[in-house]
C-alpha cells in the first residue's frame, strides 16, 4: 500500500516532500507527486502518515 496526493486539493506547498520519511514525494510535472514503489505509509517510523499529518488541507493526502 501507498498513500497518494489529490492533486486537485493541493496547494503545493511543499510540505509534505520534506517530511516524507522515504523521499517518496517529488514535484513532477505541475503536481507533487507519491512514488508509490517508495512510500512506506510511514511503517516503523511514524504511526501517523507524515504527508498527511503536515498537510494542510484535509483529506489530501490519502490511501491509494
Ligand atoms: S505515507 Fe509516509 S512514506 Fe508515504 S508518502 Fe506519506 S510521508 Fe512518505
Ligand atoms: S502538504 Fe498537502 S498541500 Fe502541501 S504539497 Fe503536500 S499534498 Fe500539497
Redesign the pocket.
Known amino acids: 500500500m501507498?498513500?497518494k496526493i489529490i492533486a486537485s486539493q493541493c496547494t503545493q506547498c511543499g510540505a509534505?516532500e520534506f517530511?516524507?520519511?522515504?523521499g517518496?514525494?517529488k514535484f513532477k510535472g505541475e503536481n507533487y507527486v507519491?512514488d508509490p514503489d517508495k512510500?512506506?505509509?510511514?511503517k516503523g517510523v511514524s504511526d501517523t502518515?507524515?504527508?498527511a499529518t503536515v498537510c494542510p488541507v484535509p483529506k489530501t493526502?490519502i490511501p491509494a
Open positions: 501507498a498513500f509534505c517530511e516524507c520519511p522515504s517518496a514525494i507519491i512510500c512506506t505509509e510511514c502518515q507524515q504527508c493526502c
